[in-house]
């Protein structure tokens, strides 16, 4: 059975930078890239496929004209969206909504529930995850005052380190982190604050109204169940598993191989360090591709990492 390998698609953005050329090689526009779209059928950055049968067609076109490649699933559209972020400079302080509020909202849109595998970072990098305020009234009373140090949580990262963004949680991804982000096929972003910024000589819009109807308070962490496997030269852990996504590392020494059981409706595979092979087709870091319905097992070997993403 074939795999779909796919081309990503990338995004200039004020706070991107070089790494995606530099540590991925990805032959990217210029020197502020800061996303590849690396497994996505949003109309926004649609990938295509590299090889065999189906070169040269869009994952929406598959997914609208192919559907029993993906299980026959009954969602309109590709349910996720595998992303690399290269972030040279803070993004903006956003949160996003749920499923419930963007239906309402955003003419029946889906909400957005993320996840961050952090790749590499700096020494002391942070990110921002949740808030300080007690309830809405404050959250309200320091947003209009501009109390963003006392609002905002920081938390220092490290390479390796997962994070589970849930709506309504208060994010952003600060200088000097590269990460994997996994979510739902969504494009919906309330910007809260974006530090004074001035892009082509302007402010970028922010969504205040939005932000505060969306985020909970006070401020929870999500809950993240962190289960390993190790077997012979391999080590598989389990960063997630919720009703949007179940994400697993794979990490594979020492030229080891495992073989794994492919028997959702579909899996998407991102090699994040080192190569190998799948069933004899080679694989390198920055590679993404899908395994489809009854794909079955599979075999890798090698001296890499990769971060596997399926709906359960
Ligand atoms: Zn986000």
Not at 144 to 149: I, L, R, T, V
Request: glycine share 8%; net charge negative.
């Amino acid at each position: 059975m074939e795999i779909l390998f796919l081309e990503p698609v990338f995004k200039t953005m004020v706070w991107g930078g070089d790494r995606l050329r530099t540590e991925y090689g990805y032959d990217i526009p210029n020197d502020f890239t800061g996303e590849c779209w690396a497994i996505s059928a949003h109309p926004n950055g649609d990938c295509t496929i590299k090889n065999g049968t189906y070169k040269g067609k869009t994952l929406s076109w598959l997914w609208e004209n192919k559907r029993h490649l993906f299980g026959n699933r009954s969602e309109q559209t590709f349910p996720l969206l595998v992303k690399i972020i290269d972030a040279k400079q803070d993004l903006s302080i956003q949160v996003h909504p749920s499923d419930s509020y963007a239906y309402t909202h955003e003419n029946g849109a889906l909400g957005k529930t993320e996840c961050w595998y952090i790749l590499d970072c700096d020494v002391n990098a942070e990110i921002v995850i949740g808030h300080n305020a007690k309830d809405k009234e404050e959250l309200e009373y320091m947003i209009e005052n501009d109390k963003w140090d006392e609002l905002i949580r920081l938390r220092n990262i490290r390479k390796g380190d997962f994070f589970q963004i849930n709506p309504g949680t208060v994010h952003a991804i600060k200088e000097g982190t590269l990460l994997l982000e996994t979510q739902q096929n969504s494009d919906i972003t309330y910007r809260l604050y974006d530090y004074g910024r001035l892009v082509d000589g302007k402010p970028r819009q922010l969504h205040i109204k939005e932000s505060i109807d969306v985020i909970n308070c006070p401020h929870k962490d999500a809950i993240i169940d962190d289960k390993i496997i190790k077997r012979n030269n391999c080590e598989i852990r389990e960063l997630i598993k919720n009703k949007h996504y179940t994400l697993k590392k794979i990490s594979i020494y020492n030229d080891g191989e495992i073989t794994l059981n492919q028997d959702k409706d579909f899996m998407n595979i991102s090699v994040i360090e080192g190569n190998g092979e799948i069933d004899k087709a080679p694989i390198t870091k920055g590679d993404h591709f899908i395994l489809c319905t009854g794909y079955g097992k599979f075999k890798l070997k090698g001296n890499m990492e990769l971060i596997v993403s399926y709906i359960d």
